[in-house]
């Protein structure tokens, strides 16, 4: 007979691969698993290996893992955080909080203090996850979770939510450990929860939050815990005017309520962890190897002895299977760290680029003030360079994200130049980057709070940037005049009324940088170093009278005669 897709009911699944659901992103693989409550035989050899009774309902079979084709891996089981409940009552707020728990017991239910065990009662755990054997350990870190890239409507490609282990406290609260993940095209986060409400006594809540942006290889695990009296949080409520009681059942209406007792930050980078593995093997691999101890040789030696000189497969200098492993490890250690060299040398330079024609809204932080408008209703700001003194344009968003734009632009025409494995990863972060860095300013400086109002400015700006990407193109390939005049649609949104010396010295400063850039070698622009200059040095190229011009003027004079002469005969 089968129970629960298992011959017997109470055999357990040891590992992610039985996971009944999965998905695989950039190298991580991302398994959940959700089965039935544990039957009589588990418990029973669950409660032997912790030394204490499990809770109610414990979901022993359940799972939620991560790994990464390096090795590492993480995962959140039912025993791993039951194993970290403090097993001798030791702690003296738990000591206090269980005697206060137990003598309210007393007063309803007689007998009730046969069941009150030397261990923690609520099964509180500081359980931030299990790693797997040979994975790096997380360090402390300041840098916290990149909130505003969770903020992103991103499509969701993979969710779900896991019970662990749940307990009613014998109808005085709940008690329960759960964890929810959900997965977007470039990041994860996986919310480990556990909720204890204690009726009269406590409410505690500590998340484990596990943050992976799969570009960067990067993991952030956050652990935030918070507890407050049972009280406290009731009049909370009650003065809010809600309805207690279904509030005190969902700790997302509490959570704000409950001051932070403990928290940390903790971080790593998988991309880095597989490098140097990856390179470890290698090293290891290319070791010479030691030559035996001469011997007498045999005869079936003696006759395979010129093979073995015409081939010496064990020498460190032949090309041996073993050299041929290490080489490709080699390989792979490079293309693994590509992506995290271009994730944090692309925000230097897309810093750099935005730095052109940077500005400052002072009102936008300030009470009862409003923001000045242009005319066409856009924030006006102060600025100040060579693009808003001496060429005029407004200290605006949109005029921040064209000048920004140009220069990535003129970045992305030098990255063209780089191997065609490399290229699309540093185009992709490039981009990738201005838009965490336009969505921030939508934030932060047009105080834009609406999501769905910065994601219309979002899908405008990515518009514009295909558009003139092919504009500049074709200026480029056509020649000085129409690149001007995609200068003129971009950055002067088509003026009439503009200098068009301004113009002029745009697009030679454009052809400027383009020669700059190729000069540089592909270590200078992969190393971040490249600064722009100013523009201004262009005037007085721009203002020298062009030998072509005059050529085209003496050209049309020439022809104007040749037509004239034809009309009079």
Known sequence: MTTNARADPNEHYPSAADASNSITQHGFKISTRKLPILKAEPIEQMTADLGIAPPEMIFGDNLVSIEHVSGWGINFNAYDALDRVDKTGGSMLQVAHSKEWQSTREKKHEGITEIVKPFDWSYS?????????????????????????LKRPDPILFFDEVMLYEDEMAD????????????????????????????????????TRTYIEFGTGEVIREYVAKEEKYEVVRQNLASRGQDVPAQLRDPNNIGDLLPIVD??????????????????AAQEDLKPIQPKAPSTPTRSETSSETTSR?????????SSPTRSIAEELRKRASSATETY??????EKLVRECSRQADYTI????????????TKDGEDLGVGTGWWFETLGLTPTFSTWAQVTFLHMYLLTCRLRCFPPTHAPIWHQHLLDHFFYIAEDRMVTT???????VRNKYLKDLFVQWRGLMAGYDEGLAKGDAVLATAVWRNIFKGDEGVDFRGVGEIVSYIRGVLKGLDEMPDEGISGGGVVFG????????????????????????IKSKHRHAKAVQ
């Open 125 to 149: 755990t500081d359980y931030k996850g299990t790693l797997l054997p040979n994975s790096p350990v997380f360090q402390p870190s300041n840098i916290p979770i990149p909130l505003e890239l």
């Open 172 to 207: 005085n609260g709940i008690t329960l450990f759960s964890c929810k993940i959900r997965v977007m095209p470039q990041r994860l986060l996986l919310l480990c929860r556990f909720f204890m409400r204690l009726d009269n006594v406590l409410i505690r809540i500590r998340d």
């Open 263 to 280: 928290k940390s930050l903790e971080r790593l980078v998988v991309m880095l962890f597989s490098t140097i593995r990856l390179l470890s």
């Open 310 to 318: 015409e081939n010496p497969i064990g020498s460190a200098t032949s």
């Open 341 to 346: 060299v271009a994730y944090g040398v692309c």
């Open 362 to 373: 002072p009102q936008a932080h300030e009470k009862n003030v409003s923001v000045p408008k």
């Open 446 to 452: 047009h105080n834009m709070a609406a999501r769905s």
């Open 534 to 557: 100013d523009p201004e040095t262009e005037r007085e190229g721009v203002l020298i009278r062009s030998r072509m011009m005059d050529a085209e003027q003496k050209e049309g004079q």
